[in-house]
């Protein structure tokens, strides 16, 4: 079972950024998807970006422009980078990884097995 833990959360100024990371204790063997998912107060947990080990990367629609999914297979890192926060930003972050089924990897939480306990960032207006 891959071990997933991110680390960056804080607060943040409105229209700052904020750097995010997940340290994945072994890149899983094979096709694999890495994501991350973030859950605001209240509300349900829904994707942010997801990336193949194929190079393949997704983004949320509403999101895309300000957010970058990235990693360093060397350091066996996954980060994302968001930029020009809003107070709808705040929420907790996960990462998760799961096997890579089809062509892309999905933005559904079912697409993915082992998650990270998360991080909290919360922007401040």
């Known amino acids: 079972q891959v071990r997933l833990m991110e680390s960056g959360g804080g607060s943040v100024q409105a229209g700052g950024s904020i750097r995010l990371s997940c340290g994945i204790s072994?890149?899983?063997?094979?096709?694999?998807?890495l994501a991350w998912f973030r859950q605001p107060p209240g509300k349900e947990r829904r994707a942010v970006a997801n990336l193949g080990e194929n190079g393949s990367i997704r983004y949320t629609v509403s999101l895309k422009g300000r957010i970058t999914i990235s990693r360093d297979n060397a350091a066996n890192t996954l980060y994302l980078q968001l930029d020009n926060l809003i107070p709808e930003d705040t929420a907790a972050y996960y990462c998760?990884?799961?096997?890579?089924?089809?062509?892309?990897?999905?933005?559904?939480?079912?697409?993915?097995?082992?998650w990270g306990q998360g991080t909290q960032v919360t922007v401040l207006s």
């Open positions: 072994e890149l899983p063997s094979g096709n694999y998807c």
């Open positions: 998760a990884a799961g096997p890579r089924r089809y062509t892309d990897c999905h933005l559904v939480q079912s697409s993915y097995n082992s």
